[in-house]
Protein backbone atom coordinates (compact mmCIF):
# COMPACT_ATOMS: atom_id res chain seq x y z
CA UNK A 1 0.00 0.00 0.00
CA UNK A 2 1.09 3.72 -0.36
CA UNK A 3 0.36 6.25 1.21
CA UNK A 4 -2.21 7.79 -0.33
CA UNK A 5 -5.04 8.28 0.58
CA UNK A 6 -8.49 8.59 -1.26
CA UNK A 7 -11.65 8.99 0.36
CA UNK A 8 -15.00 8.91 -1.73
CA UNK A 9 -17.72 11.14 0.43
CA UNK A 10 -21.11 9.57 -0.74
CA UNK A 11 -22.94 12.54 0.72
CA UNK A 12 -26.71 12.37 -0.32
CA UNK A 13 -26.33 11.28 -3.95
CA UNK A 14 -29.40 8.84 -4.99
CA UNK A 15 -26.57 6.93 -6.54
CA UNK A 16 -24.58 5.99 -3.60
CA UNK A 17 -27.85 5.42 -1.15
CA UNK A 18 -28.42 2.42 0.31
CA UNK A 19 -27.79 -0.20 -2.32
CA UNK A 20 -25.92 2.56 -4.29
CA UNK A 21 -23.63 2.94 -1.76
CA UNK A 22 -22.80 -0.72 -1.25
CA UNK A 23 -22.12 -1.02 -5.62
CA UNK A 24 -19.90 2.29 -5.29
CA UNK A 25 -18.15 0.77 -2.16
CA UNK A 26 -17.52 -2.50 -4.08
CA UNK A 27 -15.59 -0.62 -7.21
CA UNK A 28 -13.88 1.26 -4.20
CA UNK A 29 -12.86 -2.04 -2.90
CA UNK A 30 -11.89 -3.37 -6.34
CA UNK A 31 -9.95 -0.26 -7.74
CA UNK A 32 -8.41 -0.81 -4.19
CA UNK A 33 -6.74 -3.85 -4.59
CA UNK A 34 -5.35 -3.68 -8.29
CA UNK A 35 -4.07 -0.34 -7.29
CA UNK A 36 -2.78 -0.76 -3.87
CA UNK A 37 -4.10 2.77 -3.05
CA UNK A 38 -6.12 3.28 -0.01
CA UNK A 39 -9.60 4.02 -1.03
CA UNK A 40 -12.14 4.72 2.28
CA UNK A 41 -16.04 5.68 1.35
CA UNK A 42 -18.00 8.19 3.71
CA UNK A 43 -21.75 6.78 3.12
CA UNK A 44 -24.65 7.85 5.36
CA UNK A 45 -25.67 7.34 8.27
CA UNK A 46 -28.01 4.81 7.94
CA UNK A 47 -25.85 2.86 5.47
CA UNK A 48 -22.48 2.47 7.53
CA UNK A 49 -23.31 -0.84 8.67
CA UNK A 50 -24.66 -2.01 5.36
CA UNK A 51 -21.63 -1.06 3.52
CA UNK A 52 -18.76 -1.76 6.40
CA UNK A 53 -20.84 -5.56 6.45
CA UNK A 54 -20.27 -6.22 2.75
CA UNK A 55 -17.57 -4.43 1.84
CA UNK A 56 -14.03 -4.65 2.97
CA UNK A 57 -12.54 -1.67 2.74
CA UNK A 58 -12.29 1.56 5.58
CA UNK A 59 -15.85 2.63 5.51
CA UNK A 60 -15.93 6.71 7.09
CA UNK A 61 -19.13 8.40 8.95
CA UNK A 62 -20.06 11.87 7.41
CA UNK A 63 -19.73 13.29 10.61
CA UNK A 64 -21.29 12.72 14.38
CA UNK A 65 -22.29 14.27 17.36
CA UNK A 66 -19.85 14.99 20.48
CA UNK A 67 -22.55 13.72 22.77
CA UNK A 68 -21.94 10.53 25.07
CA UNK A 69 -24.32 7.79 25.79
CA UNK A 70 -27.20 8.54 27.70
CA UNK A 71 -30.35 11.28 27.47
CA UNK A 72 -29.02 12.60 23.98
CA UNK A 73 -31.93 12.32 21.25
CA UNK A 74 -31.31 13.02 17.49
CA UNK A 75 -27.53 12.77 17.39
CA UNK A 76 -24.89 10.16 15.74
CA UNK A 77 -23.34 8.87 19.00
CA UNK A 78 -20.10 7.60 18.25
CA UNK A 79 -20.55 4.26 19.79
CA UNK A 80 -23.31 3.58 17.44
CA UNK A 81 -21.07 4.76 14.57
CA UNK A 82 -18.14 2.64 15.57
CA UNK A 83 -20.28 -0.76 16.04
CA UNK A 84 -21.72 0.32 12.62
CA UNK A 85 -18.24 -0.64 11.54
CA UNK A 86 -17.02 2.69 10.61
CA UNK A 87 -13.18 3.48 11.24
CA UNK A 88 -13.19 7.12 10.87
CA UNK A 89 -15.28 10.18 10.32
CA UNK A 90 -15.52 13.15 8.29
CA UNK A 91 -15.91 16.06 10.87
CA UNK A 92 -16.90 20.00 9.56
CA UNK A 93 -18.10 20.33 5.94
CA UNK A 94 -18.97 23.46 4.00
CA UNK A 95 -21.92 21.45 3.61
CA UNK A 96 -22.67 20.82 7.31
CA UNK A 97 -20.37 23.35 9.06
CA UNK A 98 -19.51 23.21 12.91
CA UNK A 99 -18.21 25.84 15.49
CA UNK A 100 -14.77 25.11 16.43
CA UNK A 101 -15.56 24.23 19.52
CA UNK A 102 -17.82 21.65 17.75
CA UNK A 103 -14.97 19.84 15.86
CA UNK A 104 -12.54 20.20 18.97
CA UNK A 105 -14.96 18.26 20.69
CA UNK A 106 -16.06 15.98 17.95
CA UNK A 107 -11.87 15.46 17.49
CA UNK A 108 -12.19 14.11 20.87
CA UNK A 109 -14.74 12.14 21.04
CA UNK A 110 -13.72 10.42 17.54
CA UNK A 111 -10.31 9.73 18.95
CA UNK A 112 -11.53 8.69 22.33
CA UNK A 113 -13.22 6.20 20.66
CA UNK A 114 -10.39 4.98 17.99
CA UNK A 115 -12.02 6.48 14.87
CA UNK A 116 -9.76 8.53 12.71
CA UNK A 117 -10.70 12.26 12.38
CA UNK A 118 -10.34 13.70 8.85
CA UNK A 119 -11.76 17.74 9.23
CA UNK A 120 -12.32 19.42 6.48
CA UNK A 121 -11.78 22.98 5.62
CA UNK A 122 -12.53 25.72 3.76
CA UNK A 123 -9.43 27.83 3.23
CA UNK A 124 -6.19 28.15 4.54
CA UNK A 125 -6.82 29.87 7.96
CA UNK A 126 -9.05 27.22 8.58
CA UNK A 127 -6.95 24.90 7.65
CA UNK A 128 -4.62 26.04 10.28
CA UNK A 129 -7.05 26.18 13.15
CA UNK A 130 -7.67 22.69 12.59
CA UNK A 131 -4.02 21.80 12.54
CA UNK A 132 -3.89 23.27 16.04
CA UNK A 133 -6.54 20.84 17.32
CA UNK A 134 -4.86 17.65 16.01
CA UNK A 135 -7.16 15.72 13.74
CA UNK A 136 -5.04 12.75 11.55
CA UNK A 137 -6.21 14.74 8.39
CA UNK A 138 -7.46 18.29 7.30
CA UNK A 139 -9.34 18.45 3.85
CA UNK A 140 -9.16 21.65 2.22
CA UNK A 141 -11.82 22.16 -0.19
CA UNK A 142 -12.98 25.78 -1.45
CA UNK A 143 -16.61 25.76 -1.25
CA UNK A 144 -16.91 27.40 -4.49
CA UNK A 145 -15.53 24.90 -6.70
CA UNK A 146 -17.51 22.19 -4.69
CA UNK A 147 -19.42 19.63 -7.25
CA UNK A 148 -18.71 22.24 -10.17
CA UNK A 149 -15.85 19.47 -11.73
CA UNK A 150 -13.02 22.53 -12.11
CA UNK A 151 -10.76 20.95 -9.73
CA UNK A 152 -9.18 22.52 -6.57
CA UNK A 153 -5.59 21.29 -7.06
CA UNK A 154 -5.63 23.02 -10.88
CA UNK A 155 -7.78 25.92 -10.12
CA UNK A 156 -6.52 27.22 -7.00
CA UNK A 157 -3.31 25.32 -5.97
CA UNK A 158 -2.13 28.43 -3.70
CA UNK A 159 -4.99 27.06 -0.94
CA UNK A 160 -3.58 23.65 -1.42
CA UNK A 161 0.36 24.22 -0.92
CA UNK A 162 -1.00 27.14 1.67
CA UNK A 163 -2.59 24.56 3.51
CA UNK A 164 0.08 21.92 3.41
CA UNK A 165 2.47 24.87 4.73
CA UNK A 166 0.21 25.85 7.67
CA UNK A 167 -0.19 22.83 8.90
CA UNK A 168 3.41 21.70 8.78
CA UNK A 169 4.14 24.91 10.75
CA UNK A 170 1.40 24.15 13.92
CA UNK A 171 1.51 20.41 13.72
CA UNK A 172 3.78 18.38 11.44
CA UNK A 173 2.19 14.62 12.70
CA UNK A 174 -1.03 16.16 10.37
CA UNK A 175 -1.58 15.56 7.11
CA UNK A 176 -2.95 17.15 3.92
CA UNK A 177 -6.08 16.27 2.08
CA UNK A 178 -7.40 18.44 -0.92
CA UNK A 179 -10.84 18.02 -2.37
CA UNK A 180 -13.54 20.14 -4.76
CA UNK A 181 -13.64 19.08 -8.19
CA UNK A 182 -11.29 16.01 -8.67
CA UNK A 183 -12.69 13.32 -10.80
CA UNK A 184 -9.62 12.31 -13.07
CA UNK A 185 -5.76 11.16 -12.54
CA UNK A 186 -4.16 14.51 -13.26
CA UNK A 187 -5.92 15.93 -10.53
CA UNK A 188 -4.71 13.71 -8.01
CA UNK A 189 -1.39 13.64 -9.57
CA UNK A 190 -1.51 17.19 -9.45
CA UNK A 191 -2.85 16.96 -5.87
CA UNK A 192 0.35 15.22 -4.82
CA UNK A 193 2.58 17.59 -5.93
CA UNK A 194 1.42 19.93 -4.08
CA UNK A 195 2.16 18.26 -0.79
CA UNK A 196 -1.45 16.94 -0.01
CA UNK A 197 -1.26 13.29 0.67
CA UNK A 198 -4.54 12.65 -1.21
CA UNK A 199 -8.22 13.65 -1.85
CA UNK A 200 -11.40 13.36 -0.54
CA UNK A 201 -13.93 13.44 -3.24
CA UNK A 202 -17.32 12.80 -4.56
CA UNK A 203 -19.62 13.94 -7.30
CA UNK A 204 -17.03 12.80 -9.86
CA UNK A 205 -17.08 8.97 -8.98
CA UNK A 206 -20.58 8.66 -7.37
CA UNK A 207 -22.50 10.79 -10.09
CA UNK A 208 -20.02 9.19 -12.74
CA UNK A 209 -21.87 6.53 -15.71
CA UNK A 210 -19.44 4.16 -14.75
CA UNK A 211 -18.21 4.65 -11.26
CA UNK A 212 -15.29 2.00 -11.65
CA UNK A 213 -14.54 3.26 -14.66
CA UNK A 214 -14.25 6.83 -13.12
CA UNK A 215 -12.25 5.65 -10.38
CA UNK A 216 -9.83 3.66 -12.40
CA UNK A 217 -8.78 6.78 -13.85
CA UNK A 218 -7.99 8.81 -11.16
CA UNK A 219 -5.67 5.91 -9.76
CA UNK A 220 -4.10 5.87 -13.29
CA UNK A 221 -1.25 8.74 -12.79
CA UNK A 222 0.10 7.57 -9.57
O1 LIG B 1 -16.40 16.09 0.57
C1 LIG B 1 -16.03 16.07 -0.77
C2 LIG B 1 -16.53 17.20 -1.52
O2 LIG B 1 -17.11 18.25 -0.89
C3 LIG B 1 -16.02 17.43 -2.87
O3 LIG B 1 -17.11 17.28 -3.68
O4 LIG B 1 -18.27 16.75 -5.72
O5 LIG B 1 -16.47 18.47 -5.73
O6 LIG B 1 -15.87 16.08 -5.48
P1 LIG B 1 -16.91 17.15 -5.24
Not at 12 to 39: F, H, M, P, R, W
Not at 123 to 135: I, M
Not at 158 to 187: F, H, Y
Amino acid sequence: MSSTLIVLNLKTYLEGTGEGAVKVAQACKEVADNSGIEIGVAPQFCDIYRVASQVDLPVYSQSLDPVGAGSFTGHAFVQSIKDAGAVGTLINHSECRLTLANIDASITTARDAGLKTVVCTNNVATSAAAAALGPDYVAVEPPELIGSGIPVSKADPGVVTGSVDAVKRINPAVQVLCGAGISKGEDLAAALELGSVGVLLASGIVKAADPKAALDDLVSKV
